[in-house]
């Protein structure tokens, strides 16, 4: 692999055959480094010129701003390629008419690309009734989010749409994860999967605490099902001055008063 790149938890960077990513003074600026994040983020497309200008130097004059976008791309090439003679030679970073974008063809490993891969291969395979399967494509998806994309640009405009996209993606993970394992019957992991989502947004769907409170249910844990209601109960209450809806309260009293059988040997 020529290259390998690691953008959840921050952008870290390794060039073919070393075990140390690139260190920080050799990218020379910060800008350096969110210029190669916006390609790779953006894989394949072509961004013109003016638009990485203005996520990147919006409040510099056309000409220092095309001067910098192009001393910039100039850098990353080198510090990608050390061997690189000529710009347009590059096998990463490919100048094309008005812009550059990052080759969908270049051998590189992107932690990013890995997740879809996997995630994306859970869900055909939980479609189909194969959540055993399902749950090892997931799980490894699961393993390759090693925090927030680009951690480091949470203060950055350009990246918060990358951000929110991913988390909602992740989100998205360890919600069907959950559902697998209920499904498997393995309810505990259900319940710290779904309880991951949880403390990542607690305001995401009821639905995910009527999972959590069935989970408890059919582990005959009646203390962690009540537990669960109440957090949903004052989430909802600091928050929207709201109750939980009336499918989770009739849920809730159904499994206190013993109405529904869930204990399972």
Partial sequence: MALKVQLFGGLRVWRDGETEPIRWPEWRTRKCMQLLAI????????????ELIDR?????????????????????RRV???????????????????G?????????E????R????????????????????????????????????????YESWALAYQECWKRIHLELLTRLSECYAHLG?????????????????LCNEMIYRHVMVCYA????????????????????QSFEAEPSAETRALYEAIRQGKVEFRVS
Wanted: neutral net charge; contains cysteine; charged residues 30%.
């Fill in 39 to 50: 390609l790779i983020s953006e894989r394949g497309r072509a961004i013109s010129q003016s």
């Fill in 56 to 76: 990147l130097w919006p409040d510099s004059e056309p000409l220092r701003g095309s001067l910098s976008l192009r001393d910039a791309v100039s850098h990353v």
């Fill in 80 to 98: 990608l390629e050390p061997t690189l003679k000529r710009g347009w030679d590059s096998k990463y970073i490919e100048t094309v008419l008005g």
């Fill in 100 to 108: 550059y974008r990052f080759s969908s063809q270049a051998d590189c």
């Fill in 110 to 113: 992107i932690d990013s690309e």
């Fill in 115 to 154: 997740f879809k891969q996997a995630y994306r291969q859970g869900q055909t395979l939980q479609w189909t009734g194969q959540c055993r399967r399902a749950v090892d494509y997931y799980e490894r998806a699961f393993g390759l989010y090693q925090g927030d994309y680009l951690a480091e640009e949470r």
């Fill in 186 to 202: 393995q309810y505990q992991r259900a319940i710290e999967r779904a309880e991951q989502a949880i403390e990542m947004q607690p």
């Fill in 218 to 237: 059919r582990l005959g844990d009646q203390v962690g099902m009540m537990r669960t209601f109440e957090r949903l109960k004052g989430t909802l209450a």
